[in-house]
């Protein structure tokens, strides 16, 4: 299986890239499409990782779990995200997280002996996509920074109303759906499910949101 130029050119991965350097890319560096069915892992922790991979479709979620098997949801990666080129491109391979496909999903795989190989002849497209690379990368961390300073808040509610108040902020509105069910909220903010149903509740109680399953409305400024 292979994708097309127009399946992808608007994804900042191939942004500045024209279709013949996209497609000379694709056969050179050995790039390919795989897919995944919902709920099967794509890599587990201690394998190794030899691919940059970028979501066609669906959604990853790259998991830490403790040897009680209590998982935590660190980032999750929707369409044109990477995932995999922390371990692909550092100097141990393997990895130390779970990358869950949490719905279907296909994704393309960039081998990293590929992206690393650096010649003197390198053409100009083949520096874009590095360049793109790097700008994904540096997107990513400040995801998980984010995520950082929402779970280094004290309580659960604290943790709610900062994680509400990105979306809020991203979607330019007080209103929006949360990517992540019940479930996958919790472990996402390292909280009980039943300890996030009773908060929500309560902050619904206290004026504070309304929300309607996966759809919220902040009753606060956020934006």
């Known amino acids: 299986m292979k994708t097309h130029y127009n399946e992808v050119k608007e994804l900042r991965l191939f942004k500045n890239i024209k279709e013949e350097e996209f497609?000379?890319?694709?056969?050179?560096?050995?790039?390919?499409?795989?897919?995944?069915?919902?709920g099967s892992y794509i890599a587990l922790s201690e394998?190794?990782?030899?691919?940059?991979?970028i979501v066609l479709e669906g959604v990853v979620h790259m998991e830490s779990e403790d040897?009680?098997?209590?998982?935590?949801?660190?980032?999750?990666?929707?369409?044109?995200?990477?995932?995999?080129?922390?371990?692909?491109c550092g100097t141990s391979q393997a990895s130390?997280?779970?990358?869950?496909?949490?719905?279907?999903?296909?994704?393309?795989?960039?081998?990293?002996?590929?992206?690393?190989?650096?010649?003197?002849?390198?053409?100009?497209?083949?520096?874009?996509?590095?360049?793109?690379?790097?700008?994904?990368?540096?997107?990513?961390?400040v995801r998980l920074m984010q995520k950082l300073d929402i779970v280094s808040k004290r309580t659960l509610r604290e943790k709610l109303l900062t994680y509400f108040s990105l979306i809020a902020r991203a979607h330019g509105s007080n209103e929006f759906d949360v990517p992540l069910g019940r479930v996958g909220l919790g472990e996402y903010l390292c909280a009980d499910r039943s300890a996030l149903t009773r908060e929500l509740s309560?902050?619904?109680?206290?004026?504070?949101?309304?929300?309607?399953?996966?759809?919220?409305?902040?009753l606060v400024d956020a934006i």
């Open 47 to 53: 394998e190794p990782v030899r691919c940059v991979s």
């Open 96 to 141: 130390v997280v779970n990358f869950l496909a949490a719905r279907d999903v296909v994704a393309l795989n960039i081998p990293f002996q590929a992206v690393m190989q650096l010649t003197p002849d390198m053409d100009r497209s083949q520096v874009q996509l590095m360049g793109n690379i790097l700008t994904s990368i540096a997107d990513k961390n």
């Open 67 to 88: 040897v009680w098997g209590n998982r935590t949801i660190l980032v999750f990666m929707n369409r044109g995200d990477l995932f995999g080129e922390t371990f692909a």
């Open 202 to 218: 309560r902050m619904r109680d206290d004026g504070l949101i309304e929300y309607e399953k996966n759809h919220f409305r902040l």
């Open 23 to 38: 497609n000379r890319l694709y056969t050179s560096m050995g790039m390919y499409v795989k897919r995944y069915k919902k």
